[in-house]
């Protein structure tokens, strides 16, 4: 298990021990997090799992692959740190993670 912090968009926090090998997304369903919704169960076709990963958490995940670079066109307010969270596995690597959520998913 490894500790993640999810951010709402509004300040709240929710900070939740997710099992090693799930998705941050299936981290967030698990737990109920408000604001990320996953529509697609986590196939990488929706972009409703956007979310905003730190650049000091950033390099501990795998890089971004083009179809998830892609997907995130369907997304709002992205930026550099925008990331689908269906497509980042946890890993022991990620203990301690922030995770900020957009004001809004697609």
């Not at 099992?19 to 997090?33: D, F, H, P, Q, R």
């Not at 979310?51 to 550099?80: G, N, S, T």
């Amino acid at each position: 298990m490894t500790k993640i912090t999810y951010i709402e968009y509004g300040g709240t926090e929710h900070e939740v021990e997710v099992a090693n090998g799930l998705s941050l997304i299936e981290g967030a369903v698990k737990y109920t997090i408000p604001g990320l919704d996953g529509d697609c169960g986590g196939a990488c076709a929706c972009a409703t799992c956007h979310v905003y990963i730190p650049q000091e958490w950033a390099e501990k995940c795998d890089p971004i692959e083009e179809l998830e670079r892609d997907m995130l066109d369907f997304a709002f307010d992205v930026d550099e740190s925008s990331r689908l969270s269906c497509q980042i596995k946890v890993s022991p690597d990620l203990e301690g993670m922030v995770v900020r959520l957009p004001k809004r998913q697609y």
